[in-house]
Each structure stands twice: as structure tokens, then as C-alpha cells.
T-cell receptor, first 112, second 112 residues
């Protein structure tokens, strides 16, 4: 699995967009980028994943650079409930028969 | 639709004892994975079950074993408990070939 690097913490004002960066310079061509988040005392929650193209769903958008060495998770209108640890993970399958290698993630704090 | 259900939610055991944790996957999911999360760390992959067989295993000793039943539910067994086994144990389910795991809220195991 690709090694990923994320800032340990970030702050965001409520209602503003939260942009969470992730570096994955060693990612290989068949590895997907997955994002999960973990709110305190809960299990991780799947957010979004992508391979090459930008992706959007009801929770967030994922922007992957053309060289695939980095990506950004965008929460368009952050709320207090978005305060959580966000994990960026590179893994070698778009299906579910893969394992997730979690790092320490980014603690996003959304402030009122 | 119930998500992933884990039991018990909390457990206290003594060193040397054995423990069994249980997981019911989300309805329609057929793959179950187990993760261990120590305090302040990201979850670490233990193993994954599909069609009642262990298909992947992380770097955990043989004291950690598991089982998947025909109804897709799963158990995690840990023998000869050590103080270092104290952690949050997370179960995640998925459908093969579909992206994104659904995690349970975990079982908090404390070994004294």
C-alpha cells in the first residue's frame, strides 16, 4: 500500500469549505485513494474514493492531481459535526477485498 | 437498515484469559474485516474473512484467530491476553467488489 502523508491537524470555520491535503507520491498505477473519517469514540466512516478522476458524492469531493502524487478532500460547507480525524489511504483495489492501512490522519476541528 | 453490530461494547479481562468478540455485518454484506485501534493510533488490520475463510491477515500473532459463519457474522478470539491487547476492536463489513467498508462502533477491551 502507498505511504500517505497528512498534516496532523487543521482548523476550519463553520460554513466554510474544508480542504484536507494528502501526499501519496509512491502510489502505484492501480492503487486507489480512499478517505475515511473517525468521529470520537465511533468507528471510521467511509467518505469517498478515486483512482484518477475527480469524484464527488453527497459528502465530499475528491480532487486527485494529474500525476496522482497528491489529493485533496473537500468538504464544501463544514459543520461542527464534521470535526473528526480524517484518514487518507492508498490501497490496491477498488473493490472491497483489500485491507486498509491507516496512518495517524488529520484532526479537523470545525470552529463556530 | 441496521449497520454493523458489535458485541459487547465494553469488556474487562484479566491477563492470560481468553476473549471472544462478535460482529454482525451490515445486511447484504458478505466480507468481514477486523481491526485493532490502540489509544491515539489509527486502526491496524488484523484479518479479513470471506466465504467462511480467512483471506488476508495482518501482522498479528496466532493468539488472534477468527471465524465467519454461514450467515456472514464473525467472531474474533484472542487467547492468553496481554496488557498490550487493550484496545478498541473494530469490525468492518463490505460487499466484495464494491468500494467502501462499513465499520461498527467497536468493542473496547481492557486487559488488567
Amino acid at each position: 500500500d502507498a505511504k500517505t502523508t497528512q498534516p496532523p491537524s487543521m482548523d476550519c470555520a463553520e460554513g466554510r469549505a474544508a480542504n484536507l491535503p494528502c501526499n501519496h507520491s509512491t502510489i502505484s498505477g492501480n492503487e486507489y485513494v480512499y478517505w475515511y473519517r473517525q468521529i470520537h469514540s465511533q468507528g471510521p466512516q467511509y467518505i469517498i474514493h478515486g483512482l484518477k478522476n475527480n469524484e464527488t458524492n453527497e459528502m465530499a469531493s475528491l480532487i486527485i492531481t494529474e500525476d496522482r502524487k497528491s489529493s485533496t478532500l473537500i468538504l464544501p460547507h463544514a459543520t461542527l459535526r464534521d470535526t473528526a480525524v480524517y484518514y487518507c489511504i492508498g490501497t490496491n483495489s477498488g473493490g472491497s477485498n483489500y485491507k486498509l492501512t491507516f496512518g495517524k490522519g488529520t484532526l479537523l476541528t470545525v470552529n463556530p | 437498515d441496521a449497520g454493523v453490530t458489535q458485541s459487547p461494547t465494553h469488556l474487562i479481562k484479566t491477563r492470560g484469559q481468553q476473549v471472544t468478540l462478535r460482529c454482525s455485518p451490515k445486511s447484504g454484506h458478505d466480507t468481514v474485516s477486523w481491526y485493532q485501534q490502540a489509544l491515539g493510533q489509527g486502526p491496524q488490520f488484523i484479518f479479513q474473512y470471506y466465504e467462511e475463510e480467512e483471506r488476508q491477515r495482518g501482522n498479528f500473532p496466532d493468539r488472534f484467530s477468527g471465524h465467519q459463519f454461514p450467515n456472514y457474522s464473525s467472531e474474533l478470539n484472542v487467547n492468553a491476553l496481554l496488557l498490550g491487547d487493550s484496545a478498541l476492536y473494530l469490525c468492518a463489513s463490505s460487499l466484495v467488489a464494491r468500494g467502501g467498508y462499513t465499520f461498527g462502533s467497536g468493542t473496547r477491551l481492557t486487559v488488567v
